[in-house]
């Protein structure tokens, strides 16, 4: 006597791990015969539900896999409290277009004006978009590198950078590099260029003084920025710290900073 194929079905959507369409396959079939529903519809009705939480999870291994240091939304920053940044430009770059173009976002600007807020937001709608991100700041993507050399896995470890759709890298310029470090940097922003993979990358330092970062190589941090900037959104973010006027809200006048400033030197 041959197996009905109900069970059949059941059988095989949970060989092939197809947890949840398994879970809602009696339900779905009773309101499917009850609402005489074509086989095509049934069928995508019952794998809506299981491609929705496959999709939860894969994104929830992607925020995972990035290393946020936290997270932050694009709706979650305050445009009003920065009218250098263009609200609409943001809202192009968050339909993920720059992905598929292989195009670099480079946002400049002095301390505590939202880079790393607007960076990791673009990070995270990529991973909404089911692509993989990884989150560094600079120096300690050089450390990790530098690491990799010492325990001869450094091929490895470049070819770990590859895989990601976006790579961010956070506060480049803030601190100089050494020759080994700077020159580890500049492999991967090479590798990434030749394949097409964007780039978001935040620094406080203007473009001609990249110099100083690149271990005070002219011709690096030239080579660096041709291939960075080639295909490339640049965005300069005027404006005070939100930090600072946090403390300025707060009562803590510039005098008082100083201070503050003396007694921890």
Known sequence: MSVPYEEKAKDGLERLGLTVAFEHLDTAAQRAAAENWSYTHFLGYLLEDELAERHRRRVELNLKFA?????????????S?????????????????????????VLLGPPGVGKTHLAISLGVLTAEMGHRVYFSTAMDLAYKLTKAVDANRLHRGLNALMQPKLLIIDEMGYLSFDAVQASLLF?????????????????????SDWGYIFSEDAIMASAALDRLLHRSTVINIKGESYRLKDKLKAGITNSSLEILGDESS
């Open 67 to 79: 290393k946020f240091p936290y997270l932050k939304r694009l709706e979650d920053f305050d445009f």
């Open 81 to 105: 409290a920065q009218p250098s940044v263009d609200r609409r430009l943001f809202e192009e770059l968050a339909c993920g277009r720059f992905l598929k173009e292989g195009r670099n976002i």
């Open 187 to 207: 492999q991967v922003i090479c590798k990434r260029y030749q394949k097409s993979q964007s780039v978001c990358l935040t620094s406080n330092k203007a473009f």
